[in-house]
């Protein structure tokens, strides 16, 4: 079976902290992408990053990082000197296959809600 | 480019009311999918399409139906509202690999909110 889980439902920080997203899954698949999109209050989700299962290099864009662990199945996500405008759902997710073969199924996690005070 | 677009943003029904949600994306993406979010739930699958003239289940299509005749529109339906279809929905669209197997980022549109009393 495939699962995304992420533990923390709610997070508050102070702008200028940094602060990690966790994201666990678990999948049989051999090949297998995840990816992290953002809802911000407005509702739309915005894709953020994909990770491939053959690549574990971290991956630092601005201010966000992404720490993806074959071995513990997981692949968090920290925000550095977090801002206002960081305040957002984020929801992780995992590629698979439907049944029948057909392709790019995503399974989301719940999402954290993340909110950065001022 | 708009991206993907979705018709209505909002929408009130009554139990038994019938409708349809119309989404439309410019990129010429092979694949559109619809799900539905819900508090606590992340978002859950409903139908999705690989392709113009095709459809298939996702995690949670009763209640629902759709059609893809034209490659850029993907249209769900909903024949008899219930209560329980109260939600935000999101359409989303993907390229397709050369080789049939795709793993690309979706592309989401901006949701629908529907409220069924």
């Known amino acids: 079976a495939q699962k995304v889980t992420q533990a923390q439902t709610e997070i508050s920080v102070v702008e200028k902290e940094d602060v990690t997203l966790d994201c666990v899954y678990e999948t049989r698949d051999t090949t297998y992408y995840l990816f992290w999109y953002k809802q911000p209050p407005s509702g739309e989700l915005v894709f953020l990053i994909r990770?491939?299962?053959?690549?574990?290099q971290n991956e630092i864009s601005g201010r966000y990082s992404w720490n993806f662990q074959k071995s513990t199945s997981s692949f968090n996500f920290t925000i550095t000197a977090s801002q206002v405008v960081d305040s957002a759902v984020y929801f992780c997710a995992l590629s698979g296959v439907w049944e029948g073969g057909a392709t790019n199924k995503l399974i989301f996690g719940t999402g954290t809600l993340l909110a950065v005070q001022p | 480019n708009a991206g993907v677009t979705q018709t209505p943003k909002f929408r009130v029904l009554k139990t038994g009311q019938s409708m349809t949600l119309l989404c439309a994306q410019d990129?010429?993406?092979?694949?559109m999918y619809w799900y539905r979010q819900d508090p606590g739930m992340g978002l859950r699958l409903i139908h999705y399409s690989v392709g113009e003239g095709t459809t298939a289940k996702g995690e949670v299509p009763d209640g629902y139906n759709v059609s893809r005749l034209k490659k850029q529109n993907f249209l769900l339906g909903l024949e008899s509202a219930a209560p329980s279809q109260t939600s935000v929905y999101f359409c989303?669209?993907?390229?397709?690999?050369?080789?049939?197997?795709?793993?690309?980022?979706?592309?989401f549109g901006p949701g629908t909110r529907l409220t069924v009393l």
């Open positions: 989303a669209s993907s390229y397709s690999s050369r080789q049939g197997r795709s793993y690309n980022e979706q592309f």
């Open positions: 990129m010429n993406h092979e694949y």
């Open positions: 990770r491939n299962s053959f690549d574990e």
